[in-house]
């Protein structure tokens, strides 16, 4: 049996899973539920208006073609920072960290305080009235795709399957998922298109 480490040097090389490219932008900006266009700014700059001419402000994230794990974490920050100015004169700076702490307990980190899995805004995080822990982005599993936390099973597979017309009983029998778990990939399939 090949150990975990083994595989991921033969799978990444050198490169942690964690820093392999593997998001388009678009891709990104679907998982994370950020608009392309602001995504697409904060990864590859952007031009504005100003007196004189054009001023161009520079990338926030560093990234090649496609974006890592990394850079979907600092995406998701950069989120949470983005608060208008109304939002502060109403609540202050209080409100402002609590919703910087609300995204960062979205994030999983390990021993040395790097991120390891993300677990994505869902419609299942209003009833619950916390951060739900059910779909998962861990870019050991499934190639970084979203999957259902505690099977590994991709939430685009399951919401293929209640799209081709199958039972939402059917499938949580056949991935051995509660229907909890099949509802919420479904709703994150549907919010992220």
């Known amino acids: 049996m090949i150990s975990q480490e083994e595989s991921e040097r033969l799978l990444y090389e050198d490169v ?3 820093d392999k490219p593997r998001y388009t932008l678009a891709q990104a900006a ?3 539920k950020i608009a392309p266009a602001t995504l697409h700014s904060w990864v590859r700059g952007r031009q504005y208006p100003r007196a004189g001419g054009a001023g161009r402000s520079e990338p926030l994230i560093r990234a090649a073609d496609r974006l890592s794990f990394s850079n979907l974490i600092e995406a998701h920050v950069l989120r949470a920072l983005r608060i208008n100015k109304a939002t502060v004169r109403e609540s202050g700076r209080i409100a402002a960290r609590q919703l910087l702490a609300a995204h960062l307990r979205r994030v999983e980190w ?3 305080g790097l991120p390891v899995r993300l677990f994505p805004a869902s419609p299942a995080d209003a009833r619950l009235g916390e951060v739900s822990k059910i779909i998962v982005i861990d870019p050991r599993l499934s190639f970084g795709k979203p999957v ?3 099977r590994g099973i991709r939430t685009s597979a399951i919401a293929g399957r209640i799209h081709a017309g199958e039972s939402l009983e059917a499938v949580a029998q056949d991935y051995r998922l509660q229907p909890y778990e099949v509802e ?3 709703l994150y399939e549907r919010e992220a298109a």
């Open 30 to 32: 679907r998982y994370l």
């Open 148 to 150: 259902v936390a505690s």
């Open 16 to 18: 942690s899973p964690r």
């Open 110 to 112: 390990d021993g040395a």
């Open 184 to 186: 919420a990939a479904i």
